[in-house]
C-alpha cells in the first residue's frame, strides 16, 4: 500500500484508542481534498483488522507490511470482515453514480448480521460520506446511533459542515493538514519517480499542500489557469468577455480536469485574497468565499452545467476587483 506521508498527530490519536482499548466507534477523516484522507481510513481499517487477527501491536504507526495476509486480502477486495463504499461506475463505464445510495448502506447489514470471521472485528470504510444520498445518510446515522459490536466505521469528508450534525456528534474527528513543503516533496517523489526538482517544486506550490491534489492538476497547465482568474481579480470583467471565454473553454468535455482544477482552485484564491483584508473588504470578500465553496462543491455533487458554474464562479472572482476610479466632469 503507498505510505502515508505526514499526519503523525491523527496517526497517534488513533493508535491511543486502538491501544488503549477505547477504539471508538466512528472516526470522521476530514481535510482538504487530496492531502490523503482516504488512505489514511484504508490504512486504519487495515490496521484494526490486522491487530485484531494476531499482529504484534508494537510496529509503529498504521501502516501494515505487505506480505501480511490480512493485507493480502485487503489488497485483493476479499476480507470477509471490511466493506468499502464509494460512489459506484455507471453503466456506461465511463462515470461515477452521483451518489452513494440507501441500497448500498442497507448492504452493510450482511456484515453485521454475521460474526466476524478473522478477527474480533468489522470495518467499514465511506469514501466520501458527502456522497451519501439523504435516504443513505439517515440510514448510515442509524447505525451510528446502534452500532454494530466490534465495528469500526471510517468515514472520509472533504466538507464535513455538510454533513448532517447527529452524524457528526457521534463519530471523533481527526483532521488532516495540509502537508508541509518538504514532506509533500518526499510523497511527490514517491508518487511521481519520473519528475524532476522543477516539477517537483511547480507541483507543491499548485497542490497547496495535498499530494493528490497536485498530482491530479499535473499537466494541466494550472499556471494558465490562475492566470485567468488572476486577471479577473485584478481587472474584473465589466464586458462579461472573460468570464464568457473562460466558461467556454472549460467546458469542453476534452476540458473536464481543466475544469476540475478550476472547481478547486477558484475558492482557495477568494480565500487567499480575503486573508489580506480587513473590515468590510474582508467581509464582503468572505462571503464570496462562501458562496464560491458551496457552488463548486454543489457542482461536482450534482453535475450542474459546466459552462454555467465557471461563468458564476469566475463573476465571484471579478467581483474582487477593485472599484473603477471616478474622475471628475
Known sequence: MTPLFGHDEAVAAF???LDGGRLHHAWLVTGPEGVGKALFADKAALRVLTEGAGMPAAMAGIDVPDEHPTAKLVAAGSHPDLMRLERLTKESGTELARSITVDQIRSLQRLFTTTPGMSPWRAVVIDSVDDLERNAANALLKNLEEPPPSTVFLLVSHGPERLLATIRSRCRVLRL??????????ALRFALPDADEDEVRSLIEIGEGAPGRAIAFRGLDVEGLDKAMQALVREGDASNGRRSALAQNLALK??????????ARAPSLIAAIARERRGTALAEALGLWERASTLAGTARRLSLDPQSTVFELAGMLAALAPAPEKHAA
Open 254 to 263: 476534452s476540458a473536464q480536469p481543466r475544469y476540475e482544477a478550476f472547481l
Open 15 to 17: 493508535r491511543a484508542g
Open 177 to 186: 493538514a495540509p502537508l508541509k513543503s518538504d514532506v509533500m516533496a518526499s
